[in-house]
């Protein structure tokens, strides 16, 4: 029998390695487990999309290049028909912010309030 560890979900395609480094090390302070897969194909959001859908805690992360964003399952927002947005998305993040979005996806689970950076 398979059993599945209660995770945040990270897919990835050519993630910066530096970036991915600060966003779990962030998962790591609040104490939450990730699980990390490669993927060969997508951007940040739709990543971050199917991660979300596919983790037991409803929080995934995805990251294409420097890009990443975090969903959270129920937290979407919506952008008028279908479309839904990530709860958190940069670009070209800095190292701070990589880390604040993997420590904002385990703050949620342990209901913690959110890091804000300025």
């Not at 975090?70 to 701070?96: C, Q, W």
């Not at 420590?103 to 890091?115: E, M, Q, S, W, Y």
Request: negative net charge; contains cysteine; hydrophobic residues 40%.
């Amino acid at each position: 029998m398979i059993v599945k560890k209660p995770t945040i979900v990270i897919y990835t395609c050519q993630a910066d390695e530096t970036l991915l480094r600060e966003v779990c090390a962030g998962i790591e302070e609040e104490g939450v487990l990730y699980e990390l897969a490669s993927r060969s194909f997508g951007n940040a959001d739709a990543l971050s999309l199917l991660a979300c859908d596919t983790s037991m805690l409803g929080v995934g992360i995805g990251m294409n290049g420097k890009s990443m964003s975090l969903h959270i399952k129920g937290m979407n927002v919506n952008r008028g028909s279908d479309e839904t947005m990530a709860l958190f998305a940069y670009e070209a993040p800095s190292v701070d912010e990589a880390r604040g979005l993997g420590a904002n996806g385990a703050r949620v689970i342990k209901k913690r309030p959110l890091r804000l950076l300025e």
